[in-house]
C-alpha cells in the first residue's frame, strides 16, 4: 500500500465516519417524515453517507464529491443557523450560545467540510510537500470561493423565508 | 456545442437550481422541533 492510498483511505474513513455520526444524530432527534424541516437532513444524511465517499473515491468524479461535500455543508449550516436563531437561549450567555445552540453540531458539520477539502487538496495537488500553495483566493476551489457561496446561499434561503411565506 | 460553452450553460444550470433550492428552503422549513 501507498502512502496516498493510506492517506486517501484514512480520510475517506473520516468522512463517513462524521457522515454517519450526522446522520444517526438526526434520527435521534427527529424521526424521518414528508416536512421537509425533517426530510433534508435524512436525504443530506444519506447523500453525505453513501454518494459523498463514492464521488471521493475515484479521480474523475472527485470535484463533484468536493461540491456536494461543500454545498451539503452549507446547508446543514444554514438549517441549523435557522433553527437555533429560531430557537434562541433566554436568557442569553457565552455558556448559553455555546452549549445550547446548534454551534457544535456545525462546527462538526465544518470538519467534514476541511476533510473533503484536505482529500481534495491530497488528490489534485499531489503529496509534494514542498509544492508551494497556488491560485486565487476567491476562485474555486478555494476558501474564498466558498465563504462566497456561503454567504450568498444564506442570503438567498433567508429571502426564501421573509418573501415566499 | 463546444468546450468553454457547454461549461457555460452547465454553470447557469448549476446556479438557477442551487438559488432555487434555497430559496424554496427558506419558505419550506418550519422550525416545529422544540429540543
Known amino acids: 500500500m501507498t502512502v496516498r492510498t493510506y492517506v486517501k483511505s484514512t480520510l475517506l474513513a473520516s468522512l463517513v465516519a462524521l457522515a454517519l455520526g450526522g446522520f444517526l444524530l438526526h434520527l435521534r432527534i427527529h424521526p424521518f417524515t414528508h416536512s421537509p424541516s425533517k426530510l433534508i437532513p435524512f436525504v443530506s444524511g444519506l447523500l453525505s453517507l453513501v454518494l459523498v465517499p463514492l464521488l471521493f473515491s475515484f479521480r474523475k468524479t472527485l470535484s463533484y464529491g468536493y461540491v456536494l461535500n461543500g454545498m451539503l455543508v452549507i446547508l446543514g449550516t444554514v438549517a441549523m443557523a435557522h433553527f437555533s436563531i429560531s430557537n434562541w437561549p433566554k436568557p442569553v450567555s457565552v455558556g448559553a450560545i455555546l452549549l445550547k445552540t446548534t454551534l457544535a453540531d456545525i462546527a462538526l458539520l465544518w470538519g467534514k467540510f476541511f476533510v473533503g477539502k484536505a482529500l481534495f487538496d491530497l488528490e489534485l495537488y499531489g503529496y509534494d510537500r514542498d509544492q508551494a500553495k497556488k491560485g486565487i483566493t476567491c476562485r474555486y476551489p478555494n476558501y474564498g470561493w466558498w465563504m462566497v457561496h456561503l454567504v450568498v446561499l444564506s442570503l438567498v434561503y433567508y429571502l426564501g423565508h421573509l418573501v415566499w411565506r | ?35
Open chain 2, 1 to 35: 456545442m463546444n468546450k468553454f460553452r457547454l461549461f457555460t450553460r452547465n454553470w447557469w444550470v448549476l446556479h438557477v437550481i442551487a438559488i432555487a433550492f434555497f430559496f424554496w428552503l427558506g419558505h419550506a422549513v418550519h422550525l416545529t422541533i422544540v429540543p
